[in-house]
């Protein structure tokens, strides 16, 4: 290999990396917090829609308007992510009730089980936030492997380095899911709308056609910031823990 | 309840939540950020700035 072929492959590999870490951020939040499965049929529904995509369109995928789709993701994301985090700050500030899950199961199972059905069902939210992440994520890495291969004549190279680098993403994200499964709930929550706040503020801008200062990396800048104003925003209308109730199943009606 | 109404309060609730003015405040913010990217006016500040309003007064009507 030259050393042209190995900068090639070694752009690619970074630059798929980390759109392949963004949307298994996504995904690990979903599962963890809502359901494996409904995450999961996201990431697989993305998977066949974008194979379906590229075998589609091929080369021409480099004129798809990328910056209104990621405006638009990015924008649900945004409203997503606000809801989860205001959520989880106001139930780490002692504002609202927080789950008590065996409760909320036992009623649920009970209710289904008098209906006859199974008590875990298809979640559409896991499934649409899963799906729209790897779907957007995976175009990204589609546009890198074509531009990057195109300019240097080397389409199988830069797939190839594209190619093992989500492997290795992936497996990396196998490796997180069980001590992620040992975080606390309202803990997981607050990090799942700081994530998709964050990545909803990226993405929604730089779709609106803004530039972030550095690039992918403001988000190293962004994640921690954005985690910070919720910390001290629960800091600032905080109450005393006893104030704390419990929700039981009857009045859990939140989405996050 | 029809089910074109029932589904169209389903999309509704989905993608708008609880808090309908933080959802306009967002594509608001979006919008802006796409009006200043036309200019030679820096755009990527709009958006956090954005994020810590509705945040914090999302919050302030929700604790009240």
């Known amino acids: 290999m030259s050393g042209t072929e190995f900068g090639l492959a070694l752009s690619v590999f970074l ?112 499934f649409t936030i899963s799906f729209k992440g790897v779907l ?30 989500v492997l290795i993403v992936i497996a990396a994200g196998a490796a997180a899911r069980a001590p992620l499964a040992r975080v606390p709930e309202n803990t997981m929550k607050f990090s799942v709308g700081v994530m998709l706040t964050s990545f909803g503020m990226f993405w929604g801008a730089e779709g609106a056609g803004a530039s972030w200062p550095g690039g992918d990396a403001a988000l190293l800048a962004i994640v921690p910031g954005v985690l910070l104003m919720g910390v001290a925003m629960v800091k600032l209308i905080a109450r005393p823990p006893q104030q704390t109730p419990i929700e039981t199943g009857e009045q859990a009606t939140v989405t996050a | 309840m029809t089910r074109l109404s029932a589904f169209l309060l389903g999309v509704w609730e989905f993608i708008v939540g609880d808090d309908w003015r933080a959802a306009l405040g967002v594509v608001l913010a979006l919008a802006l950020t796409a009006l200043l990217a036309t200019t030679s006016i820096a755009a990527w500040w709009v958006m956090p700035v954005a994020v810590v309003g509705l945040l914090a007064l999302s919050i302030r009507r929700a604790a009240r």
């Open chain 1, 15 to 126: 630059a798929c990396a980390v759109e392949a870490v963004e949307a298994l951020t996504i995904v690990l939040a979903m599962g963890t917090t809502r359901s494996w499965s409904s995450a999961m049929g996201g990431v697989g529904a993305a998977t066949v829609a974008l194979a379906a995509i590229v075998a589609a369109l091929g080369p021409a995928l480099t004129s798809l308007p990328i910056g209104i789709l990621r405006v638009a993701v990015g924008g649900l994301l945004l409203i997503f992510g606000l809801q989860w985090l205001r959520k989880a700050i106001l139930r780490a500030a002692g504002l609202k009730a927080k789950h008590d899950e065996i409760a909320i199961y036992e009623e649920e199972a009970e209710a289904a089980r008098a209906l006859g059905a199974t008590p875990a069902g298809f979640d559409g939210y896991a």
């Open chain 1, 136 to 165: 957007l994520e995976g175009l990204e890495v589609v546009f890198i492997v074509l531009t990057f291969g195109t300019n240097q004549h080397h389409v199988g190279l830069a797939a190839a380095a594209a190619g093992l680098a």
